[in-house]
């Protein structure tokens, strides 16, 4: 059973960081690109970062690149999001999915900015 | 960044059938951009209804189906039951590297 797992998510203050995990269980990872997305309380979902299966091509969404960093430990089963310069408008739920066709998300971990 | 647009809210009566767009504002949506489906319904992660344009997997009921339609992406539920209540967004991949959601569509059944 594929199974995807985030933690990390904690309040912090703007201007602060925070790095994100996601879990993958249930299936070869290192085949596989994997996604962050996430979602504003009440608003709808935002992708955010991709990375490649072997972390070797990164990307990211306007409203993040320069402050976030997505990378993965495939030793680990293990997928990363570190987050700096955190704002306000960060504060989501933010969730994990499998690449490929987006077959399976994990059930997130909410992150809250604020002071 | 791109934009794709979707219906903010639809509704449809109980057995009918009802079709949910997703627009792009660099263009018309091909399959090039491997259209996306998710449902969402409060309090729960998205589940995928359909990948690439129209393409089911196996939890999703054969009455949705997804298209490409007058330069858009589209989803079609046809028969819909009031458990099809929920919030619909669609995906776009632009060159595989930047994805993009819709606002997404609240769909009622009424």
């Known amino acids: 059973e594929v199974q995807l797992v985030e933690s990390g998510g904690v309040v912090v203050q703007p201007g602060g960081s925070l790095r994100l995990s996601c879990a993958a269980s249930?299936?070869?990872?290192?085949?596989?690109?994997m996604h962050w997305v996430r979602q504003a309380p009440g608003k709808g979902l935002e992708w955010v970062s991709l990375i490649s299966w072997d972390g070797g091509s990164t990307y990211y969404a306007d409203s993040v690149k320069g402050r976030f960093t997505i990378s993965r430990d495939n030793s680990k089963n293990s997928l990363y999001l570190q987050m700096n310069s955190l704002r306000a408008e960060d504060t989501a739920l933010y969730y994990c999915?499998?690449?490929?066709?987006?077959?399976?998300w994990g059930q997130g971990t909410l992150v809250t900015v604020s002071s | 960044q791109a934009v794709v647009t979707q219906e903010p809210s639809l509704t449809v009566s109980p057995g009918g059938t009802v079709t949910l767009t997703c627009g792009s504002s660099t263009g018309a949506v091909t399959s090039g951009h491997y259209p996306y489906w998710f449902q969402q319904k409060p309090g729960q992660a998205p589940r995928t209804l359909i990948y690439?344009?129209?393409n089911k997997h196996s939890w999703t009921p054969a009455r949705f189906s997804g298209s490409l339609l007058g330069g858009k992406a589209a989803l079609t539920l046809s028969g819909a039951q009031p458990e099809d209540e929920a919030e619909y967004y669609c995906?776009?991949?632009?060159?595989?590297?930047?994805?993009?959601f819709g606002g997404g569509t609240k769909l009622t059944v009424l």
């Open positions: 249930g299936f070869t990872f290192d085949d596989y690109a």
């Open positions: 995906l776009l991949s632009y060159s595989g590297a930047l994805w993009v």
């Open positions: 690439d344009t129209s």
């Open positions: 999915a499998k690449g490929a066709e987006w077959k399976y």
